[in-house]
């Protein structure tokens, strides 16, 4: 089981990641702040300072069309916010 699903890329992150070297990643709902540690420092070969982590919800909606209403829910996932050394980065475009 990867522990890493895959990066964010958002604009709010992306402010994080510039001001205080903070990097966004939506992680297996069953990992926790140290195995999420360890995944980064592997995968990435940085120092990890501190990991936040957060259950985000799903979104629910309701769309009222010609045919009826329809109810859509987005999926819920884990995402941890890593705090890397200063003076190390993630470059998430290399392999682009």
Same mark, same amino acid.
């Given at each position: 089981?990867?522990?890493?699903? /895959?990066?964010?890329?958002?604009?709010?992150?992306?402010?994080?990641?510039?001001?205080?070297?903070?990097?966004?990643?939506?992680?297996? /709902? /069953?990992?926790?702040?140290?195995?999420?540690?360890k995944?980064?420092?592997?995968?990435?070969?940085v120092?990890?300072?501190?990991?936040?982590?957060?259950?985000?919800?799903?979104?629910?909606?309701?769309?009222?069309?010609?045919?009826?209403?329809?109810?859509?829910?987005?999926?819920?996932? /884990?995402?941890?916010?890593?705090?890397?050394?200063?003076?190390?980065?993630?470059?998430?475009y290399?392999?682009?």
């Amino acid at each position: 089981m990867s522990i890493i699903i /895959k990066p964010i890329v958002t604009e709010k992150v992306t402010r994080q990641t510039e001001l205080s070297n903070r990097y966004g990643f939506v992680v297996s /709902k /069953k990992s926790n702040k140290v195995e999420i540690k360890k995944a980064v420092e592997a995968a990435y070969g940085v120092t990890v300072v501190g990991v936040n982590t957060m259950n985000v919800r799903p979104d629910r909606s309701v769309k009222y069309t010609k045919s009826g209403m329809i109810s859509a829910k987005t999926n819920a996932f /884990k995402k941890a916010i890593v705090e890397v050394k200063e003076g190390d980065t993630i470059d998430f475009y290399n392999n682009i």
